[in-house]
Nanobody
């Protein structure tokens, strides 16, 4: 059974940095697309950044130049390095994965069928 386990959230002041991690357990497929999504109170879940097995990435415009997604295939771990954090980045962040291809719009949450439990990121001004 596929399981995603996240870590690394927390509280930071504006301008600070955090790194999120997500380890995937229980899959044997050769290709996987993974991503980070976030949801703030009263708002819809939105795609933040995604990465395919071939290394191709997608970013939301709001985080381009500040966030970097990466993966360690040997460790089956996904990372999100978040720099220059802003109060509007405050949200619950979720790791997601899919083994179904093609993923035409990788920042769209409906493509993903495996989700982590979420980790809270709070940025204070």
């Amino acid at each position: 059974q596929v399981q995603l386990v996240e870590s690394g959230g927390g509280s930071v002041q504006a301008g600070g940095s955090l790194r999120l991690s997500c380890t995937v357990y229980g899959y044997a497929y050769s290709r996987i697309c993974m991503g980070w999504f976030r949801q703030a109170p009263g708002k819809e879940r939105e795609g933040v950044a995604t990465i395919d097995s071939d290394g191709s990435t997608s970013y939301a415009d709001s985080v381009k130049g500040r966030f970097t997604i990466s993966q360690d295939n040997a460790k089956r771990t996904l990372y999100l390095q978040m720099n220059s954090l802003k109060p509007e980045d405050t949200a619950m962040y979720y790791c997601a994965a899919t083994f179904r291809f093609p993923v035409v719009a990788p920042l769209k949450s409906s493509y993903y069928n495996y989700w982590g439990q979420g980790t809270q990121v709070t940025v204070s001004s």
